[in-house]
């Protein structure tokens, strides 16, 4: 079993931009908001929040490309998924997340916001914190599971990681945007 890191690639492809603002609008009082404000954090669903939203790609500041990602991870343990990728993959991530339709240039992409969340292996992992968040992962290893994709408290929802089957329908597709690492280790901030 071999479990891989989703990164971005990101200096090949523009970033999704959308404004949180959108469903932020929409909690009722301060304190959920600042847990909303960190939904991947809190391994919170969106989907009761969610509307008819648009988002955007934009090139990095300083970059002049102007290349939209099958995939991307936005923010944490999420990814915006283009057509074809959400075509290809919804039906091996669903059981693990939500996905909540964007539309971005006339055309319906998804966020992929994954709500399952995995133990480390704490006795084989190895990680700093600071003030009580994960501050680095210097080592990260899972005791086996089934499920195809995930995130984990280990390092505060930070990121996502995947299992060789969405690796190898990624690569069947020919999906670009992101990276697939099987070196784990991570700065946080």
Same mark, same amino acid.
Do not use: I
């Given at each position: 079993m071999t479990i891989y890191r989703i990164v971005n690639n990101d200096r090949c492809f523009n970033q999704f931009c959308f404004d949180r603002d959108n469903f932020l609008d929409k909690v009722e009082?301060? %304190?959920? @908001?600042?847990?909303?404000?960190m939904f991947g954090f809190h391994n919170l669903s969106l989907k009761k929040l969610w509307g008819d939203y648009c988002g955007s790609f934009t090139p990095y500041e300083g970059e002049e490309i102007n290349s939209i990602p099958d995939l991307q991870v936005w923010t944490g343990a999420t990814l915006i998924m283009s057509p074809l990728a959400y075509n290809a993959l919804s039906s091996?991530?669903?059981?693990?997340?939500?996905?909540? %339709?964007? @539309?971005?240039g006339g055309q319906v992409f998804h966020l992929f916001n994954c709500l399952t969340s995995i133990d480390?292996?704490?006795?084989?992992?190895?990680?700093?914190?600071?003030?009580?968040?994960?501050?680095?992962?210097?080592k990260l290893e899972f005791k086996p599971t089934d499920r195809l994709v995930f995130k984990t408290r280990y390092d505060?929802?930070?990121s996502l990681?995947?299992?060789?089957?969405?690796?190898q329908v990624i690569e069947r597709e020919g999906l670009q945007g992101i990276q697939l690492q099987s070196n784990l280790t991570i700065e946080v901030f």
């Open positions: 009082n301060v %304190p959920e @908001t600042r847990k909303y404000m091996l991530l669903l059981p693990y997340s939500e996905c909540l %339709p964007v @539309t971005c480390a292996d704490e006795e084989k992992s190895e990680r700093v914190e600071d003030n009580g968040f994960v501050a680095s992962v210097s505060n929802h930070s990681y995947c299992q060789d089957q969405v690796k």
